[in-house]
């Protein structure tokens, strides 16, 4: 078994309810040979008394700063971290016993430079909604990222991946505090234009706890919330921002495609779920404007792209030539 050492990261803000559950569950797997980093982001509730539990055992990193984010808190560990390889698990989420073995071991070839697996989706009561089993293998590393922005794989999660650590310090690879949804996508693929290839593993020992009133989580026509603008902005910001990433080079020209077509689903979702809380928030008609024209510029690749459905690309041919009828749909459909 490959004996290289791994840091665990666990950044964690008013955390009280579900830190203790987290690192029982790194305390209990398999394997040993590991350091852990939690990076108390600045909690106002009783996580750090919580902390101070683990001050004793010598793998625990316990680490204070003032709020700054999940980003700066990952951040604050990486520049700290010395292992061969390294994690991350968020404070609310928790893994199996096996997790960290089953991640190391999935690194069967020198080539390998991320290993990532599939999760389990479990909502507050810890009740099972969703277990996605994707297309494992090994992959090189443009094909990667082809992976991470199809919505029934890994994703772009920071979570469920493990990274070599020189990979991550030789090229200055931290996660953007000034984007709120998605920086763990463009921290991954940032990895992966500097990675040779991936192997993705079924594992299924990663517990990823989804809260209905997360950020990201109201960027869907579900939300009737006057958040949905913000999370629509940021994931829209995020996915251009991607874009600028991603090199003009012919072995990542689907990449590109997958990323435009990404950004006019993002448009034509924000712009539907304009319409669905039409009588929250006045319609914008700039915005509107320039998400039907950010539509129109990525539509070829809308169409192209392997990753978007058929249903979806109908929705999308509708929504730019009979808006009303799809507005009239959505109305009856998410009422």
Not at 203 to 209: A, H, P, R, V
Not at 291 to 311: Q, V
Request: aromatic share 12%; glycine share 4%; hydrophobic share 35%.
């Amino acid at each position: 078994m490959n004996n290289k050492t791994i840091s665990v990261v666990v950044p964690a803000y008013n955390a009280e309810k579900t830190i203790k559950r987290c690192l029982d569950s790194i305390i209990e797997q398999t394997i040993s040979n590991f350091k852990v980093y939690v990076v108390n982001d600045g909690s106002t509730d009783s996580t750090a008394t919580i902390l101070d539990n683990y001050k004793d055992d010598r793998r625990f990193n316990l680490i204070h700063i003032s709020n700054s984010g999940v980003s700066a808190a990952r951040n604050k560990a990486l520049g700290l971290v010395d292992t061969d390889y390294v994690t991350f698990i968020d404070s609310d989420d928790y893994v199996d016993e096996n997790y960290l073995q089953d991640l190391i071991e999935g690194f069967v070839d020198e080539d390998i430079d991320m290993v990532a697996t599939d999760r389990k989706y479990l909502n507050e009561d810890l009740v099972s909604l969703v277990t996605l089993h994707y297309d494992f293998g090994i992959y090189n590393a443009s094909d990667g990222i082809n992976i991470l922005l199809n919505e029934n794989g890994p994703q772009g999660y920071i979570t469920g991946k493990i990274f070599k650590t020189d990979i991550i310090k030789e090229n200055n690879i931290i996660l953007d505090p000034n984007i709120h949804v998605g920086e763990d996508l463009i921290f991954c693929i940032h990895y992966l234009l500097n990675a040779n290839k991936v192997n993705i593993i079924s594992s299924l020992q990663y517990n990823y706890i989804q809260y209905s009133d997360s950020l990201s989580h109201a960027a869907t026509l579900y939300n009737r919330q006057k958040s949905f603008k913000e999370a629509y902005s940021n994931y829209l910001d995020m996915a251009l921002k991607l874009k600028g990433i991603i090199p003009n080079e012919s072995k990542y020209c689907i990449c590109q495609r997958n990323i435009n077509a990404r950004i006019a689903r993002i448009c034509e979702d924000f712009l539907r779920t304009m319409y669905l809380n039409k009588n929250i928030i006045p319609i914008d008609k700039s915005l509107e404007k320039r998400l039907t024209k950010m539509m129109n510029k990525y539509r070829k690749d809308f169409y192209k792209s392997e990753l978007i459905s058929k249903k979806q690309k109908i929705y999308f041919w509708l929504l730019l030539n009979f808006p009303l009828f799809v507005h009239v749909s959505d109305k009856k459909r998410f009422k």
